[in-house]
């Protein structure tokens, strides 16, 4: 599958400081940035600033960053699901994963996670992907946002359907493993039916095994 990838850019205003959210854009533009050191959720800043590096050439791979200047203060990851996880079960050449969204806690409530998901989605090609996002609360940031797991759940919801990402029940043992763990997944419009059924059998992958055992025996 050709990844057709098409640069969008908009300018956003919080706290009286210009952002401008942009991509997807290659390692080569991210080296021309400053990666806040406050970006260090899933890693130390240096780390994840490689990181983000090495996924922007992947031919699946998409960064959206927003930043003041030239200083990066927020960013969102699209690739492939990890191959050792169920997602990458079939191998679909058009289900992407977001696999992380992080903003520096002095722009969080600004609404740049939700117009870093809105610029991802300018792109036309989107239409083609499934897209997923798994949500561990495990993962949240309780402590800094002082809000409960539901109060964040909630968050991270209506955040999510800035990008047209919805709950979806699942049988993954990790997801269904506390009630506030949650499947996100948005549906282009040019998805076509088959991939749209064999990513309804890798929803409920378990249940599509049992079948399948069944029907052999």
Known sequence: MEHIKTYNKMEHQVKDKLLIIEGPISSLELARYEFHPDLNSFRPAPNQFQALMGIADLPDGRIIIAREQNTI????????????ERWSTFQMTNLIELGAIEVIPDYRGGKVASNLLHVSMMDPFMEHYIIIST????????????????EYRKVMEKMMASGGLL???????????????????RI??????????????????????????????
Not at 169 to 177: H, R, V
Not at 189 to 217: C, P, T
Request: charged share 25%.
């Open 73 to 84: 203060i927020g960013y969102v990851t699209y690739l492939y699901p990890d191959p050792l």
């Open 135 to 150: 949500e561990y609360y495990w993962h949240w940031d309780l402590k800094g946002t002082n809000l409960s797991i539901w």
């Open 167 to 185: 709950p979806a029940p699942t049988d993954d043992p990790e997801i269904i493993s506390h009630p506030a763990n949650c499947l996100m997944v």
């Open 188 to 217: 282009g419009s040019k998805v076509d039916e088959a991939s749209i059924n064999q990513f309804e059998k890798l929803r409920f992958l378990k249940r599509y095994q049992l079948r399948s055992f069944r029907e052999g025996l």
